[in-house]
């Protein structure tokens, strides 16, 4: 196929296009773009080399000469995304500066529903996805701490907003699909939990319950969890 490497090789080290013709009608930044177009209209699924091709109104084959694997294409979209962020000049407080990164990266987890998917780190050494890990890792030069420590909280907390968001993304997907309203999923639910905590068979639970029976305030459980991480890497 044309274009495909016979050694691995890193994207961002390969030329723009390779093979001879004419002067490219688009860039390899095109080419991500349509891919996440095509991703957030329709997720992941919705992104293929075919339909990617379609979107940019050339041949298929024509783009193994600017991306030669899927996975390729995958890093690129991830790329995109990752210069989202904005890098902001750290204010001194290792704590503050995380949070707004937590919350900036949840932000554009949302946006980009599909961005769960390829948190990998695999996709993290990209050209925005460098320029993000220095700016996280320079929001944490008042932490006394090795940098292998700061990496460890980054990883830490960048895992735990991910899976986070993508709880709430298919809680919502969840409640898209329902043939009636959440209220009334919520209410039969909570009925058939009561009765089961007010058999006596879990009398642990019905403890828990009776210090805190809700509802949940899912923005404080986000803070709380951000905290918790924090904290632990606290000198």
């Known amino acids: 196929m044309a274009g495909r490497a016979a ?9 723009e296009r390779t093979g001879r013709g004419p002067r490219p009608a688009f860039s390899r930044a095109d080419i ?25 109104g050339c041949g298929t084959m024509s783009l193994y000469n600017y991306v030669p694997r899927k996975e390729d294409l995958y890093e690129l979209m991830v790329d995109v995304v990752a210069g989202e962020h904005e890098l902001w000049e750290p204010g001194g407080d290792w704590r503050a500066d995380l949070r707004r990164v937590a919350h900036q990266t949840r932000d554009l987890l949302r946006r980009h529903p599909w961005m ?13 996805g460098l320029r993000y890990l220095e700016h996280c890792m320079a929001c944490m030069d008042s932490l006394a701490a090795p940098y292998g420590t700061k ?20 809680t919502a997907e969840r ?16 009925a058939y939990l009561g009765g089961q905590i007010a058999s006596g068979a879990y009398p642990r639970l019905a403890a828990a319950f009776m210090e805190d029976s809700g509802p949940i305030d899912l923005e404080q459980v986000f803070e709380w969890m951000l905290g918790r991480v924090l904290d632990s890497f606290a000198p």
Do not use: K
């Open 175 to 190: 409640v898209r699909s329902l043939p009636w309203s959440e209220e009334r999923e919520n209410e039969v639910r909570i």
């Open 32 to 56: 991500a773009a349509a891919a996440v177009r095509l991703a957030d209209a329709g997720g992941l699924d919705a992104v293929s080399m075919r339909h990617v091709a379609a979107e940019l």
């Open 7 to 15: 050694r691995p090789e890193v994207i961002w080290a390969r030329p």
């Open 151 to 170: 990496m460890q909280l980054l990883g830490m907390l960048n895992g735990c907003v991910t899976t986070y968001v993508a709880n709430e993304l298919a």
């Open 116 to 128: 769960p998917r390829l948190m990998s780190p695999v996709y993290g050494f990209s050209p925005n």
